[in-house]
T-cell receptor, first 117, second 111 residues
Framework: DARVTQTPRHKVTEMGQEVTMRCQPI?????VFWYRQTMMQGLELLAY????????DSGMPKDRFSAEMPDATLATLKIQPSEPRDSAVYFCASGLVPPGQLSYEQYFGPGTRLTVT | QKEVEQNSGPLSVPEGAIASLNCTYSDRGSQSFFWYRQYSGKSPELIMSIYSNGDKEDGRFTAQLNKASQYVSLLIRDSQPSDSATYLC???????????FGKGTMLLVSP
């Protein structure tokens, strides 16, 4: 049963600390997304990668957030320094985009619930 | 106008009834449409995708798409208490390879 995995599942940290979240996409998927979900804003796209190359990170606060995909099986989202307003659930999702197509299905991981005090 | 709009609910239906969830979108060039179910404290789970006008059925779920009117709906027949969740509508706009999500409609199915 292929699934997206994320670690850690929960993270409580103090303001100013660095937070790193990890995601393992479904094997064979070539597109990886990072989302943030809050009650107020709903699901927001932060960044996404295609074949490990960053395609769009316009949804991320550039000064403190960074996203990377060091290899096909690992995507990371880092916040440094963290702030209380970063408290949210962060989801990773992956999908397989067929050549020449834009439409495809995305599958979500279980999420990382981040609390910054 | 928001890109993808859903009534936040809650939509309350009795067990066994048909639940009807609606979603409107602003970009007329949108081409792919998805429904996700999200239980409280869990991640969104893809339940239906629809790409062309008309109905698409999968078990108790039917997705309906009307591109001329720019709406997509999800019907759940024989609703069960286990269907109680938030349902997210997601739209793939033409020229984009990302999805735009609505904020979801909460469905409550009472026994």
């Amino acid at each position: 049963d292929a699934r997206v995995t994320q670690t850690p599942r929960h993270k409580v940290t103090e303001m100013g600390q660095e937070v790193t979240m990890r995601c393992q996409p479904i094997l064979g998927h070539n597109t990886v997304f990072w989302y943030r979900q809050t009650m107020m804003q709903g699901l927001e796209l932060l960044a996404y990668f295609r074949n490990r190359a960053p395609l769009d990170d316009s949804g991320m606060p550039k000064d403190r957030f960074s996203a990377e995909m060091p290899d096909a099986t690992l995507a990371t989202l880092k916040i440094q320094p963290s702030e209380p307003r970063d408290s949210a659930v962060y989801f990773c999702a992956s999908g397989l985009v067929p050549p020449g197509q834009l439409s495809y299905e995305q599958y979500f991981g279980p999420g990382t619930r981040l609390t910054v005090t | 106008q928001k890109e993808v709009e859903q009534n936040s609910g809650p939509l309350s239906v009795p067990e066994g009834a048909i639940a009807s969830l609606n979603c409107t979108y602003s970009d007329r060039g949108s081409q792919s449409f998805f429904w996700y179910r999200q239980y409280s404290g869990k991640s969104p789970e893809l339940i239906m995708s629809i790409y062309s006008n008309g109905d698409k059925e999968d078990g108790r779920f039917t997705a309906q798409l009307n591109k001329a009117s720019q709406y997509v709906s999800l019907l759940i027949r024989d609703s069960q208490p286990s269907d109680s969740a938030t349902y997210l509508c997601a739209v793939n706009r033409r020229g984009y390879s990302t999805l735009t999500f609505g904020k979801g409609t909460m469905l409550l199915v009472s026994p």
